[in-house]
């Protein structure tokens, strides 16, 4: 069973979708049948509304599911009602990316691109407030609370259960100087010290690489259950999009592929590290 409340509602929504398919049923059907409107339905099945453990025991009823299917989902519905910890930090972390924290703590494998800044799980604490506060409407003590959730998540890529982690980032996001040459300094020694532990793969896409496959940041999470789909998640500066489409999630893997295969093998792209951090130590 999928850890946190935000991947334990997820897999709870998709349960819900499948079994009302299965008995081939829409969600107005099912809602009248209910005494319930349809959007209610259509809500427990994207993860957009609270799902009550009596809900779901109403809906297992009407779709017939054994004693067994009933008390998972329910167990699921409780249990998807607690709070993660990125939670308590409040104001510091958006609901729309509060979303995602939940989900990368249970992800089994993160491919990401960047090509403005150093990924999230690399930042030192003085790069992410500098960047808070060059990027993000936020009062002083809610930026203290994102830098936080921030130094909290890179625990992730050390526990004993990392997830395979690869990212590639595009050269002037490393040569883009965020605060002053200090914290580029700092900011450069720890994404070499990230990439050296066994559940992180790192490759800069150089200048010289010429034109590459894609635009703009984007992030896939892969889950260790089968039953749990690829997400693509892409954020803005008020909100954010989560991919789940076959067809969507297929093309952002291809495009993946295809900026590894552009991008300075990993050797290669520790020595460019290496060489820019010479020049902040000058």
């Not at 453990?53 to 699921?76: I, N, W």
């Not at 729309?96 to 030192?124: C, H, K």
């Not at 200048?207 to 690829?230: H, S």
């Amino acid at each position: 069973m999928a850890g946190s409340p935000t991947a334990r509602r997820r897999r709870l929504s998709i349960e819900l979708k499948k079994l009302r398919e299965a008995n081939e049923l829409t969600c107005a059907q099912v809602g009248a049948a209910l005494d319930w409107s349809g959007s209610k339905v259509n809500r427990m099945e994207t993860g957009t509304g609270r799902v009550q453990p009596s809900d779901v025991e109403a809906l297992c009823r009407f779709y017939g599911v054994g004693d067994e299917l009933r008390e998972f989902l329910k167990g699921l519905a409780k249990q998807a009602k607690t709070k993660g910890w990125w939670q308590t930090h409040g104001s510091g972390v958006p609901t729309w990316f509060s979303i995602y924290i939940g989900l990368e703590q249970d992800a089994s494998t993160v491919r990401q691109y960047q090509n403005e800044f150093v990924p999230g799980l690399m930042q030192t604490p003085a790069y992410a407030t500098h960047l808070h506060r060059a990027t993000d409407q936020m009062f002083a003590e809610d930026i203290n609370r994102a830098v936080s959730v921030r130094m909290e998540r890179q625990a992730l890529l050390q526990s004993p259960g990392a997830p395979d982690t690869w990212f590639v980032v595009h050269e002037s996001a490393l040569r883009s100087v965020t605060g002053d040459r200090s914290v580029m300094r700092e900011q450069l020694e720890k994404v070499l010290e990230m990439a050296e532990l066994p559940s992180v793969t790192l490759q800069v896409l150089t200048f010289e690489a010429g034109p590459y496959p894609a635009t703009g940041t984007f992030t896939m999470l892969g889950f260790p259950d089968p039953e749990d789909p690829d997400i693509v998640y892409r954020d803005g500066i008020t909100d954010a999009i989560y991919l789940e489409g076959a067809e969507e999630v297929s093309a952002y893997a291809k495009a993946f592929d295809n900026l590894r295969a552009a991008a300075a093998s990993p050797h290669h792209s520790a020595r460019l590290i290496a060489t820019l951090l010479k020049d902040y130590t000058k």
